[in-house]
């Protein structure tokens, strides 16, 4: 003999179905439409402050906002990239893709993949080149408050790649950054100089600092060991430019006759 089922259990579970049909078509529809402000306050409050997105419109998958470093949040420092930044996030099966548009900087956008790890999260750049004004330093709080930098930064990057496995930070690939006719506000003399940083990533990765060419002298090279970065190096004057660059000498590290010492970690 058939069983009947009863209408008013049919009912109940078909309330249930379209209940959790419409929970989903909710949670969806909040990820795609997501606003960009979410993103905007989840990274002002990753970076203490540091990186700040304003005006942020769109969503968190396609959006535009300015841009801010400041020294902190509420602090006394800040520097606003010229024009917008534009991004374009598209989710994969094992992470996130993402396209920086910075006409202000980067001739073309800026790609990195976003993969999740047991723990952590890994970036991986695409090969690239931007130019940065050097004030935007001055946004990140001390010593570059004090010296507000003057002049233009050019980054290129080589199969470079930034791991978090908790604390620890790994670097792979080559990042490449040239510092060309930097001045301060510490010196009359402008501008002081063009240098070049290099970081060569694998198990122990090395930054070493050269002078290209200019009055103030810099060199030194370092080691990061995962947390922190170990540099030594030193600072001096040209022939000639002694007195010019003297209150900066001081400024910059120990002073130890001609030369100034720099000892970082």
């Known amino acids: 003999m058939a069983t009947r089922r009863s209408p008013v259990l049919g009912t109940s579970t078909g309330r249930r179905w379209a209940i959790l049909g419409a929970l989903i078509g909710a949670v969806l529809a909040l990820s795609v439409y997501a606003p960009a402000r979410w993103l905007a306050a989840f990274l002002a409050a990753r970076s203490d402050g540091h990186l700040q997105l304003v005006n942020a419109r769109g969503t968190v998958w396609n ?12 602090g006394a420092e800040s520097i606003s990239l010229p024009g917008t930044l534009g991004w374009t996030l598209r989710p994969r099966w094992d992470g996130v893709t993402a396209a920086l548009d910075i006409p202000c900087c980067a001739p073309k956008p800026l790609e990195f993949k ?7 999260l890994q970036l991986e750049w695409r090969d690239g080149q931007s130019r940065w004004p050097a004030a935007l330093l001055s946004g990140f709080g001390a010593p570059w408050n004090t010296l507000k930098p003057e002049g233009v930064l050019d980054i290129s990057m080589q199969g470079f790649a930034m791991q978090w496995d908790g604390p620890q930070l790994r670097l792979a690939g080559r990042a490449v950054l040239d510092a060309t006719d930097i001045s301060s506000s510490l010196s009359t003399l402008k501008p002081m100089g063009s240098y070049r940083i290099t970081l060569e990533g694998g198990p122990t990765p090395t930054l070493l600092l050269t ?4 009055s103030l002298q810099l ?25 010019a660059l003297s209150n900066l000498l001081n400024i910059i590290g120990r002073r130890e006759g001609a030369r100034s010492l720099i000892t970082l970690g």
């Open 219 to 243: 060199s030194g090279s370092g080691r990061w060991n995962g947390s922190a970065l170990r540099f030594d190096g030193e600072a001096s004057a040209a022939p000639g430019r002694e007195d």
């Open 63 to 74: 959006g535009s906002a300015g841009v801010v470093f400041s020294s902190g949040a509420g």
């Open 211 to 214: 002078t290209r060419e200019g």
């Open 114 to 120: 976003a993969r999740p790890r047991p723990g952590g």
